[in-house]
Structures are given as structure tokens and as C-alpha cells.
T-cell receptor
């Protein structure tokens, strides 16, 4: 059964820092991995989608990498801003179920 | 283009009451999903649908029912509400399944069962 873990559960950093969020999964047979952002009381917004054949995807200050063989992904946020404060969720789509399996999220706070 | 809309935003139910959570998407997506998110946890799939008239169970379907009579709508029914169903419920849709699909989420319904 696919399990997705995110570390750390919470992170508080000063504005301007570069930071890394980690996601690990137990079954490497995946279609893709997706990073989402969730603001308090809001739905999820897709940030980056990495196909299983890709190593990384970039969007602005965000860079996500995927190492399928080791079951790991990282989300790198450059020059963090207070507006980046949110919960970040990763999710994998497994071959055997074709469903999204979510991690428990990393709650990020960036203070001025 | 509103995307995925959900009503109501908040609801308090008494044990044993029933209610329907509404979900509508205007993107003509075939795939629709219902998730629940408990505090400090990730999302768990309740039910999903690959098209009008077709539904299937997800990871945590007990205590819920769904129907999909149109492409746009995917209501979630709670028949006998229990405290364990206190959660935030998210509806999502996608145009495809599999490798290239991206799911679009609604804003959620926060449900409390007392």
C-alpha cells in the first residue's frame, strides 16, 4: 500500500531564506507526483506536476525534484516571502490504483 | 469560469441527521472526486466518478453515498451523521485520469457533527 510522508510537519523561517520541503513515498510505481499549496480555509492549488520520467519541474521561485527509485521528492523555495506561508502537500498517483495518495503536509510560516 | 464550487461552506449537524454536500464544476471534466481532510492529516478519497452514471468507492467510503447524473454535478450524501464524520470535505475534478491529469479543487465544506 502506498504511503506518503512529509518532513518536517511544520517550518518557520525568516523572509529571504531558501528552504527545502521533503516528501517520501513507499512504492516507486507511480505515474506522477504533484505538489499543492493549501491556504487556511481554502482549497488546494496545484503548484507543480512531475511525471515519473522527469527529474524536476520549475515554476518561478519553486523547483521540485523527483527521485523515483529512492521514493523521494523535494520542493525548493527560493528567497521565501511572507506570502509563501501556507501548508504544502505532496501527492503521488500510483500505477496500481490510479488515485492520488496525499502526504500529511508541511505547514510553512515565513515571517518578515 | 468558476471552476469547482461547493456548498455549503460550513454546516453543523446533529448525530443521526442527514445532508447532501453539493459540488459543481463548469470545466466539462469527466472525472470528479470527493475527499475528506481531518485535522493535521492529508486528504483521503471517499468516492470518485469517471463520468456521468459511473461511480466507485475510494479509500474511506463507509457512511457516504454519491450519484453522478450529469457531468457537472457530483453530490455527496451523508445518511446518518456521526461524530467521526466531522471533517473538511473537498470536491475535485480533472479532465483526464492517469499520468497527465491535474485535479482542480473546490474551496471545501467544513462539517461538524455534534
Amino acid at each position: 500500500k502506498q504511503e506518503v510522508t512529509q518532513i518536517p510537519a511544520a517550518l518557520s523561517v525568516p523572509e529571504g531564506e531558501n528552504l527545502v520541503l521533503n516528501c517520501s513515498f513507499t512504492d516507486s510505481a507511480i505515474y506522477n507526483l504533484q505538489w499543492f499549496r493549501q491556504d487556511p480555509g481554502k482549497g488546494l492549488t496545484s503548484l507543480l506536476l512531475i511525471q515519473s520520467s522527469q527529474r524536476e519541474q520549475t515554476s518561478g521561485r519553486l523547483n521540485a525534484s523527483l527521485d523515483k527509485s529512492s521514493g523521494r521528492s523535494t520542493l525548493y523555495i527560493a528567497a521565501s516571502q511572507p506570502g509563501d506561508s501556507a501548508t504544502y502537500l505532496c501527492a503521488v498517483r500510483s500505477y496500481n490504483t490510479d488515485k492520488l495518495i496525499f502526504g500529511t503536509g508541511t505547514r510553512l510560516q515565513v515571517f518578515p | 469560469n468558476a471552476g469547482v464550487t461547493q456548498t455549503p461552506k460550513f454546516r453543523i449537524l446533529k448525530i443521526g441527521q442527514s445532508m447532501t454536500l453539493q459540488c459543481t464544476q463548469d470545466m466539462n471534466h469527466n472525472y470528479m472526486y470527493w475527499y475528506r481532510q481531518d485535522p493535521g492529516m492529508g486528504l483521503k478519497l471517499i468516492y470518485y466518478s469517471v463520468g456521468a452514471g459511473i461511480t466507485d468507492k475510494g479509500e474511506v467510503p463507509n457512511g457516504y453515498n454519491v450519484s453522478r447524473s450529469t457531468t457537472e454535478d457530483f453530490p455527496l450524501r451523508l445518511e446518518l451523521a456521526a461524530p467521526s464524520q466531522t471533517s473538511v470535505y473537498f470536491c475535485a475534478s480533472s479532465d483526464l485520469g492517469g499520468a497527465r491529469s491535474t485535479q482542480y479543487f473546490g474551496p471545501g465544506t467544513r462539517l461538524t457533527v455534534l
